[in-house]
């Protein structure tokens, strides 16, 4: 799952490459100039599409994009529904 999280960081958010490196306590928002609010909002609507889930407004809080382990674990937890 890291893998695939990584690959969609990577090509929603332009980082060529840089996501493959990151590891759980890598931290996203305030540390990836590149995921800004907007980003975000195109990251969620990717893993959408990708996965075939819905997330709803309050599936989401501060601490989903507070690091890539974050992220992964919320794919995962909507992915185990």
């Not at 969609?8 to 540390?31: C, H, M, N, W, Y």
Request: charged share 25%.
């Amino acid at each position: 799952m890291k893998g695939e999280v990584a690959a969609l960081l990577d090509e929603v958010l332009g980082l060529k490459g840089r996501a493959v490196q990151f590891g759980a306590d890598t931290p996203l928002i305030g540390s990836l100039p590149e995921l800004d609010s907007m980003a975000a909002v195109a990251v969620l609507t990717s893993l959408e599409e990708r996965f075939g889930f819905t997330i709803e407004d309050d599936d989401i809080d501060g601490s989903t994009f507070a690091t890539f382990g974050s992220l992964v674990g919320f794919v995962e937890s909507k992915l185990a529904v």
